[in-house]
């Protein structure tokens, strides 16, 4: 897992930071697009969200290509290097016509990960059509909306001014913020795979079912409770560093829902 990790990180950045470096020379320079290319293309991958422009890609609302680079990038780092490693064998026996399985994590990784980003982006550019995407092209508004439902998940970068974004943005944005990576990645959150076993535990409940059944596996009690334990100890967490800001900072012109941002 070592050597995959090692692989899999230096051909993502790589490859990412040529395509950066000839997206950004026309803007940059052939010497002045090195670094921020590399910069970027190891940030985005390690889901860390740093940026050496001090507006983060405000710059790049009207450059689709680089945002959808960085997208690429944040979505490789967050699904996690087992997924990485099962995709390349599973590719490997399709051309071998050989048999691999893919394990039950790394479907429902795949799984959760399109359905976010699915539900997400078409929801961002209803929020943000005429406020912080307003005056931008249509393609522009689309790819904005897709890296907006990306980026929150841990990366980091910003493309909009989240201090001008609307109410339902900001929430959907704390909510992905929540759910985070997938584990096994260089994200962070609640992670992908514990969404999925709470909701797939409440189904399985609403159906009167004892068992929590996925991809037609059964998931052991034990890890879905351990999934449980882990949301109600993020959400008691979260909801405690919301009050404790709110009762500290009483005298800012701050309100609940930027405390709750913030947190």
């Given amino acids: 897992i070592t050597r995959e990790i090692v692989r899999f990180t230096f051909l993502f950045e790589a490859v990412g930071a040529i395509i950066l470096y000839a997206l950004w020379v026309p803007k940059f320079g052939w010497k002045g697009a090195v670094w921020p ?4 293309a190891v940030s ?6 740093f940026s050496t422009f001090t507006d983060s890609l405000m710059g790049f609302q009207r ?3 680089s945002l959808i680079v960085i997208t690429v990038l944040i979505l490789a780092g967050g699904i996690g ?5 099962e995709m390349w064998h599973s590719l490997m026996s399709w051309k071998r016509q050989t048999a691999f399985r893919v394990s039950l994590q790394s479907r429902i990784v795949i799984c959760v990960t399109l359905l976010l980003t699915l539900i997400a982006t078409p929801l961002f550019a209803l929020f943000e059509w005429n406020n912080c995407l307003s005056g931008l092209p249509i393609g522009d508004k689309l790819v904005n909306a897709l890296f907006m439902s990306v980026t929150p998940r841990t990366a980091g970068f910003n493309s ?13 944005t704390m909510m992905l913020m ?3 990576g997938s584990p096994g990645s260089t994200a962070g959150g609640l992670k992908t795979t514990t969404l999925a076993l709470i909701g797939l535990l409440a189904w399985s409940r609403l159906r009167g079912s004892e068992s929590t059944n996925c991809f037609s596996r ?3 009690e034990e890890t879905t409770s351990r999934a449980v334990g882990l949301f109600v100890i993020a959400i008691g967490f979260s909801i405690g560093c919301v009050f404790l800001l709110s009762a500290t900072e009483a005298t800012s012109n701050k309100g609940l829902t930027q405390h709750m941002f913030e947190v």
Avoid: E, K
């Fill in 37 to 40: 290319a590399v910069f970027h």
């Fill in 44 to 49: 985005a991958f390690c889901n860390a969200g």
């Fill in 63 to 65: 450059s689709p290509a």
């Fill in 81 to 85: 290097f087992l997924t990485h490693t």
């Fill in 160 to 172: 909009i001014d989240y201090g001008q974004a609307t109410d339902s943005a900001g929430l959907l």
């Fill in 178 to 180: 929540t759910i985070g």
């Fill in 218 to 220: 059964s998931v052991p």
